[in-house]
Nanobody, 116 residues
């Protein structure tokens, strides 16, 4: 069973940058598709970006060109670099690990607030 711990959230001004990290337990991290999701107040959780086990990525249109995901399988870590941030990026950001034969796991989330 994977345990995911996010870090790096906080308060940033519009146009600023933040870096989120997610560290996973377990020993098959490289097999998981890893994703970042976010949930703004009063909204549904939405996909921000996913990086698959083969390192292919899919970004939400709203973050393309501003956010970059990366993974370090040796450190069981997935990072999200967020640049040119906007107030609408304000949300709780969740790390997700998905492997169909094992299951899906979620972190507890980290709050990101972008002030205008």
């Amino acid at each position: 069973q994977e345990q995911l711990v996010e870090s790096g959230g906080g308060l940033v001004q519009s146009g600023g940058s933040l870096r989120l990290s997610c560290v996973a337990s377990g020993n098959i991290f490289e097999a998981y598709d890893m994703g970042w999701y976010r949930q703004a107040p009063g909204a549904q959780r939405e996909l921000v970006v996913i990086i698959r086990s083969n390192n292919s990525t899919n970004y939400a249109d709203s973050v393309k060109g501003r956010f970059t995901i990366s993974r370090d399988n040796a450190k069981n870590t997935v990072n999200l670099e967020m640049n040119s941030m906007k107030p609408e990026d304000t949300a709780v950001y969740y790390c997700n690990a998905d492997l169909s034969v094992v299951g899906e796991y979620w972190g507890k989330g980290t709050l990101v607030t972008v002030s205008s």
